[in-house]
């Protein structure tokens, strides 16, 4: 961004930066692990470009910074501003509605004030930083207005999101209040990325029944002659990073020792989610719970390691479930557990990559349980780092990866029954027919990563039809 003006901007909730405070009280930023920061960041480098978003600190104003040759422009966020634009309209709001309001969504006028006000926020400072046809890729539920609000401010600018969660049927999304300034938010974009093509239809239904815009299959016809693009793009993982590390001494020493540490049980269970209500946790530990004291598995061969990343910690609903799976997990320990055997090992923190990936290849059954996930990338993250094609996958078919990953023991997790059959069958499978399995799981997540996610998206994003200019911008 030398002239001060960036060629390609990622607007985004959060910075792709973490900030570490060291023993001494300095502070310094470190990369988020996410994959979507792995996919971006060469393309960032390239293009001088930057990166919008808020560093995670309420009431902090931070000036513009630059971090392993990207540029971060930090966007405040005051503490009432967390309170009703992140933890209420963000995530108490659109989070339970858009995944099928496993969750009661609550609506609240003001919340929905701060979300306007910080959509703007955010679009102010893209329209600043952004050089002449610039290209802007918006992303996620946050950010819903933005793409409109852009335009208004920088029509030339060429603009993408993507909603990384599930996008809702229209007769949940109706219940939304703002339901049309939404739709309306992101008709501002030439490009909308879900990741499934089922959301894109639900979007284009909406846009015709609720915004009267004519439209045909994938695309919306406004007034003004512009044409918006409603397309899926399953998201994926830096799958060969990951495989990579799996693969280091350290990770298979340390896959050892887990299981050492735990008593070298023939089986061991995994499941690693952030602590949310959409994950289902509840549902998996209680067939994990009713396997053992219906003697179907010994306490003595099998553990389940459920790690649980703390998340929204203020918000009402993760509060709940936060006491609720400390109960769930004290009793099933409490009924069925013996000194020195717990049948599950909680840890309510959140682990660097390394311990992750060495957790993967410890693992004989990972469990992945939501009862609506967008993509859900932790199935993916297991499958790239068993190159050695050992292990099962038990995937809810309520994750988005459900449809790329149809190998997988796939399950309907608000069956218990069948979510118990389902576990007894990944472990006593042939080893085999596991091995069949996550090899043609892998040549999908292999060769569908984070990178070509991207380049499709940014592809599809240059080649829109622009009705003012003659040829298309190269991105
Ligand atoms: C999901 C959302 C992201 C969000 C992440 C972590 O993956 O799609 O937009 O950043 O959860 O949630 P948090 O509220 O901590 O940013």
């Known amino acids: 961004m030398a002239s001060g003006l960036a060629e390609f901007v990622v607007i985004a909730n959060r910075l792709p930066v973490d900030r570490i405070t060291g023993p001494d009280g300095e502070t310094t930023w470190r990369k988020s692990p996410g994959g979507l920061v792995t996919a971006l960041e060469p393309v960032i480098r390239r293009k001088g470009g930057a990166w919008i978003g808020w560093h995670g600190a309420a009431g902090e104003k931070l000036r513009p910074f630059e971090h392993e040759g990207m540029n971060l422009v930090p966007v405040p966020l005051s503490e009432e501003e967390v309170e009703e ?10 989070w339970p509605l858009y995944h099928d309001v496993v969750a009661p969504p609550e ?7 701060a979300y306007v006000r910080v959509n703007q926020r955010f679009a102010q400072k893209a329209a600043k930083i952004a050089k002449k046809n610039a290209v802007v890729w918006v992303q996620d539920y946050q950010l819903q207005l933005v793409p409109t609000m ?16 599930p996008f809702p049927p229209t007769e949940l999304f109706q219940q939304l209040p703002w339901r049309r300034q939404i739709l309306e938010g992101l008709l501002g974009a030439d490009l909308v990325g879900f990741q499934m093509p089922g959301a894109a239809q639900n979007f284009i239904r909406l846009v015709r029944q609720r915004v009267g815009h004519k439209t045909h299959r994938d695309t919306v016809y406004l007034p003004d002659g512009r044409t918006v693009l409603a397309q899926a793009y399953p998201i994926s993982i830096d799958a060969a990073g990951f495989e990579e590390l799996a693969r280091t001494p350290e990770v298979i020493a340390r896959a050892a020792e887990i299981r050492e540490s735990l008593g070298n049980p023939k089986v061991v269970l995994l499941g690693i989610d952030r602590l949310d209500y959409t994950k289902g946790l509840r549902q998996r530990l209680r067939a994990f719970g009713e396997l053992i004291t219906e003697g179907a598995l010994d306490v003595d061969d099998a553990v389940f390691i459920q790690v649980a990343t703390p998340s929204r910690e203020r918000v009402g609903q993760y509060i709940l479930l936060r006491d609720d799976i400390n109960r769930l997990v004290g009793r099933i320990n409490g009924d069925v557990g013996r000194i020195g055997q717990q049948p599950v090992t909680y840890l309510h923190a959140s682990y660097p990559r ?9 693992a004989d059954v990972m469990v992945v349980t939501p009862l609506r996930d967008g993509m859900n990338l932790v199935a993916k993250e297991y499958v790239a780092c068993r190159y050695d094609e050992k292990g099962a996958l038990v995937l809810s078919e309520f994750a988005g990866a459900a449809s790329e990953l149809k190998s997988a023991y796939q399950v309907n997790p608000h069956d218990i029954n069948g979510m118990k059959q389902m576990l007894l069958a990944a472990i006593n499978a042939d080893p085999r027919e596991n091995a ?3 090899k043609a799981m892998r040549r999908q997540v292999m ?9 499709n998206f940014l592809r599809e994003l240059n080649a829109v039809r622009d009705p003012h200019a003659k040829n298309p911008r190269p991105v």
């Open 85 to 94: 634009y992140y933890e209420g309209f963000s995530n108490a709001t659109l």
């Open 107 to 113: 609506f609240h006028r003001e919340w929905w004030d």
């Open 150 to 165: 852009l335009r208004e401010l920088r029509p030339d600018l060429r603009i993408g999101f993507f909603l990384h969660i």
């Open 354 to 362: 390394e311990e992750m990936a060495a957790l993967y290849r410890a």
């Open 436 to 438: 069949r399995r996550m």
């Open 447 to 455: 060769e569908n990563d984070i990178d070509l996610w991207a380049a």
